[in-house]
T-cell receptor, first 113, second 111 residues
Framework: EAQVTQNPRYLITVTGKKLTVTCSQN?????MSWYRQDPGLGLRQIYY???????DKGDVPEGYKVSRKEKRNFPLILESPSPNQTSLYFC????????????FGPGTRLTVT | QKEVEQDPGPLSVPEGAIVSLNCTYS??????FMWYRQYSRKGPELLMY????GNKEDGRFTAQVDKSSKYISLFIRDSQPSDSATYLC???????????FGKGTTLSVSS
């Protein structure tokens, strides 16, 4: 089954404790990205990757890091999480940038206390 | 001005009603317009897309773009309880590297 998986689905952590949210796709997509979804603000892009070893900032990259060492994986790293990073996070992938059909993962709900 | 504006609702209708969901956008250079549907506790999934102006129909759903007024619409005919979800309009940023979403309209269809 074609899908984007994310882990964990739910995470409660404390300020400053490094964490990684994993994202994996099985569709051989070149393009992957991370979004966060907040009430009243909607979905906003954090980082994107056009291909392996090619990543770039989106609209809200502060406090986040990413890496793309393999085509299928695109982890999101929060080196020192803060309460304002409490949000619902989605990973997405598509064949290329500009593909109208983006496949989204199921989401990771992160709470930073 | 936000690049894509969408009335968040919520919108409640009885089963069988015709639903109209609307967005406006600011940049006349935008060409692709998408509607994503998001069920509770799920990621968004593509429902329909249109390119430039005009209508596109898929079953009970019709997507419409009016570039002269920068207006995007999604019509749902014979709405069903299974249509209860949040509907997000979207377009690409100018670089094509990100989707720009409206804030979403939450629809509830009661049986």
């Amino acid at each position: 089954e074609a899908q984007v998986t994310q882990n964990p689905r739910y995470l409660i952590t404390v300020t400053g404790k490094k964490l990684t949210v994993t994202c994996s796709q099985n569709m051989n997509h070149e393009y992957m990205s991370w979004y966060r979804q907040d009430p009243g603000l909607g979905l906003r892009q954090i980082y994107y990757s056009m291909n392996v070893e090619a990543t770039d900032k989106g609209d809200v990259p502060e406090g986040y890091k990413v890496s793309r060492k393999e085509k299928r994986n695109f982890p999101l790293i929060l080196e020192s999480p803060s309460p304002n990073q409490t949000s619902l996070y989605f990973c997405a992938s598509s064949f290329s940038a500009g593909s109208y059909e983006q496949y989204f993962g199921p989401g990771t709900r992160l709470t930073v206390t | 001005q936000k690049e894509v504006e969408q009335d968040p609702g919520p919108l409640s209708v009885p089963e069988g009603a015709i639903v109209s969901l609307n967005c406006t956008y600011s940049n006349s250079a935008f060409q692709y317009f998408m509607w994503y549907r998001q069920y509770s506790r799920k990621g968004p999934e593509l429902l329909m897309y249109t390119y430039s102006s005009g209508n596109k129909e898929d079953g009970r759903f019709t997507a419409q773009v009016d570039k002269s007024s920068k207006y995007i619409s999604l019509f749902i005919r014979d709405s069903q309880p299974s249509d209860s979800a949040t509907y997000l309009c979207a377009t690409f940023n100018q670089a094509g590297t990100a989707l720009i979403f409206g804030k979403g309209t939450t629809l509830s269809v009661s049986s």
